[in-house]
């Protein structure tokens, strides 16, 4: 008799835990930082941050108050409120569904003549954008601008002496072979394309990225002569994500000098598109958690500053990016206290790649 009441108490215990399974916040999402860090921020960036936690139903409020721009700059962040709550906390979970207002500083509306001025350069705009299209298709010029800065950057494409680019062994639009940490870019944004004149394209904001997280935002010209395609007045920056301008190359760098053949692309290397399939598995930026990167790196502090190392991730987070090969990396304000109780502030940085499941810190540093 008691081993049927036994084994009917077990049943119950294991209805009860399953009914719990899960993590209890089906529906729900979780605030990301708290409202006083995303005042002053870039409006779109918190729009994708609320977004990327689960809220369905974020709406934008502007305030058309800016006159120069100089103090405060247009997408300024001037609050944001949860379910009505400007004090809002982070790591909060609420309805997904609840209304987030993000409201932020612009430039007022222009006057209706401005307007239709913009509304005929528009026009003229699509009309020259269309008629470079039968001639010149801007897929084309896209794909051409991949080639280009993907060869100049790749590192095995050289002869053997280190100084020569050997154009055979430049690699096409479609190229997915071999180590693809040593060429492969993906495309981050295509940036906006426009007809420059009636034989050329030109793109502002076309940005790339590489295996290592690397971030290419490039402006620049293409023409077609009949062969090939011609990537000619090329601005931008060449970096880490977050990377200040100075920290970056300047993407102009490629352009000077004589050698330089990946400015020039044949037609067979831009003729077959890429197969989704298989840019989806290069991607890994599923494979480690942001958040669990975060304890690991912290833990690993502690470890290097056993008497106390704190991270300052809500108030002090200075920057932090993943790569596409899934790794993460952080800045990110700290507070040491040494064997004497005596605290310090500084900046801690490092890398972390591995998974979820087993997070590795590569790179640590303290300033």
Sequence with gaps: MKRIVSIFIACILIIVLAGCGGNGHEGEAKTPSGSSVQKGRDYQKVINDFEEKGFKNIKIEKLEDLITGWMTKDGEVESVSVDGNKGYSPDIWYPNNVEVIITYHTFPAKPDSTKQEDIQKDNH??????????????ENAKRSAVVAITNSFATDVMTKDGNTYDVSKFHSYADTSGNVKDYFMKVKSWGTWSAKNEQAWHVDSLKLENVLGTVT???????????????????????????????????????????????????????????????????????????????????????????????HWILDLRSESQAADGSWWFKVGVTITNQYGTKRDTVAEGILSGNTGNPIVKEFYVR
Excluded: Q, W
Aim: hydrophobic share 35%; net charge negative; glycine share 8%.
């Design 125 to 138: 705009d699509e009309s020259a954008n269309a008629a470079l299209e039968v001639t010149f298709p801007v």
């Design 217 to 311: 935002n490039a402006a620049l010209d293409v023409n077609f002569d009949g062969t090939n395609y011609v990537i000619s007045n090329i601005t931008g920056t060449f970096g880490n994500s977050g990377a200040s301008d100075g920290m970056s190359m300047n993407l102009s760098d490629i352009e000077s000098g004589r050698n330089n053949p990946y400015l020039t692309v044949p037609a067979k290397l831009i003729k077959n598109d890429r197969i989704k399939a298989e840019v989806n598995a290069l991607d890994h930026s599923g494979d480690l958690d942001k958040y669990v990167a975060r304890t690991a790196f912290e833990k690993h502090g502690k470890s290097v500053y056993p008497y106390g190392f704190e991270c």
